[in-house]
């Protein structure tokens, strides 16, 4: 897979190796601002790789629950900002009439202050009116220990630079059926979502989500808007991602390498029932 337009830099390095100094050509993940506004009203600021862009907004406006469908939207378009040469900013219009800026404002605040608590967290979510996923999913965990696999080989950022985060999207024979990569994870995920939103794909009731770092609170709560019934990380899994998969019926999985992992909430839908428990 080739790596997107713009997100990959190179720069110059000294590398020291066994006693030489030598100066070599180091490839970097690119890092620039993306302002994702609604009309002439600016929502938020994201510092993403470059690539994809109309995905990540979409997605991010689907996952913070900003819109539920792709018949909200009436515009997505990409723009260049004010004083800036490069296209950083993605303009949307909705069809929705009732958009309320400060509202949003507002609760982009409290969720990234530090005194919001957990039971509060899971709340708002719970408030959004988000479905448990489809209890009658199920995947093979040979499979799932191969998923692993087949995405490292579609990084391709990734491996020229080493610094950038991917999230997977496959079905449950292990096809992969989407990709995207980001310096920032939730982004990653914000991208699947922005590409199953504008495909039509949604709900994705019988695929699971593999991203590569944790799996984090907010990374859960993105896989529950986009309707996926199983989160896996390569990573661990935070304490209150725990408690919100545990509380909507999430299956999460973490620490998958190799053929091992962890299942901290619904492991029905990956253990095979009857399976011996030692």
Same mark, same amino acid.
């Given at each position: 897979?080739?790596?997107?337009?713009?997100?990959?830099?190179?720069?110059?390095?000294?590398?020291?190796?066994?006693?030489?100094?030598?100066?070599?050509?180091?490839?970097?993940?690119?890092?620039?601002?993306?302002?994702?506004?609604?009309?002439?009203?600016?929502?938020?600021?994201?510092?993403?790789?470059?690539?994809?862009?109309?995905?990540?907004?979409?997605?991010?406006?689907?996952?913070?629950?900003?819109?539920?469908?792709?018949?909200?939207?009436?515009?997505?378009?990409?723009?260049?900002?004010?004083?800036?040469?490069?296209?950083?900013?993605?303009?949307?219009?909705?069809?929705?009439?009732?958009?309320?800026?400060?509202?949003?404002?507002?609760?982009?605040?409290?969720?990234?202050?530090?005194?919001?608590?957990?039971?509060?967290?899971?709340?708002?979510?719970?408030?959004?009116?988000?479905?448990?996923?489809?209890?009658?999913?199920?995947?093979?965990?040979?499979?799932?220990?191969?998923?692993?696999?087949?995405?490292?080989?579609?990084?391709?950022?990734?491996?020229?630079? &080493?610094?950038?985060?991917?999230?997977?999207?496959?079905?449950?024979?292990?096809?992969?059926?989407?990709?995207?990569?980001?310096?920032?994870?939730?982004?990653?995920?914000?991208?699947?979502?922005?590409?199953?939103?504008?495909?039509?794909?949604?709900?994705?009731?019988?695929?699971?989500?593999?991203?590569?770092?944790?799996? &984090?609170?907010?990374?859960?709560?993105?896989?529950?808007?986009?309707?996926?019934?199983?989160?896996?990380?390569?990573?661990?899994?935070?304490?209150?991602?725990?408690?919100?998969?545990?509380?909507?019926?999430?299956?999460?999985?973490?620490?998958?390498?190799?053929?091992?992992?962890?299942?901290?909430?619904?492991?029905?839908?990956?253990?095979?029932?009857?399976?011996?428990?030692?």
């Amino acid at each position: 897979m080739r790596a997107p337009q713009g997100s990959v830099e190179l720069t110059s390095v000294t590398e020291w190796d066994e006693g030489t100094a030598r100066s070599v050509q180091d490839s970097l993940a690119t890092e620039e601002p993306l302002e994702i506004g609604i009309g002439d009203t600016p929502l938020t600021v994201t510092m993403r790789t470059p690539g994809h862009d109309l995905e990540l907004a979409a997605g991010f406006l689907l996952t913070e629950g900003i819109i539920e469908s792709p018949h909200q939207i009436a515009a997505l378009r990409l723009a260049r900002g004010k004083n800036s040469a490069k296209s950083n900013l993605v303009k949307v219009k909705l069809n929705d009439s009732s958009f309320d800026s400060k509202d949003l404002q507002r609760n982009f605040f409290a969720a990234s202050s530090c005194g919001i608590c957990g039971k509060a967290s899971i709340d708002a979510v719970r408030l959004r009116g988000l479905h448990q996923p489809d209890r009658g999913f199920r995947i093979d965990p040979e499979v799932l220990c191969r998923l692993p696999e087949i995405l490292r080989p579609e990084q391709a950022v990734f491996s020229r630079t &080493g610094g950038l985060h991917a999230a997977a999207l496959f079905d449950a024979v292990g096809n992969l059926l989407a990709m995207r990569e980001d310096i920032g994870r939730h982004n990653a995920v914000d991208k699947i979502a922005g590409w199953a939103l504008l495909q039509g794909h949604l709900p994705l009731a019988s695929h699971v989500l593999l991203v590569s770092g944790r799996g &984090g609170f907010e990374i859960a709560q993105k896989t529950l808007a986009m309707g996926i019934p199983i989160l896996a990380s390569v990573s661990a899994p935070s304490s209150l991602a725990v408690k919100l998969a545990r509380e909507l019926g999430l299956t999460l999985v973490g620490f998958l390498r190799g053929r091992r992992f962890i299942v901290y909430s619904g492991e029905f839908r990956c253990i095979p029932a009857g399976s011996r428990i030692v």
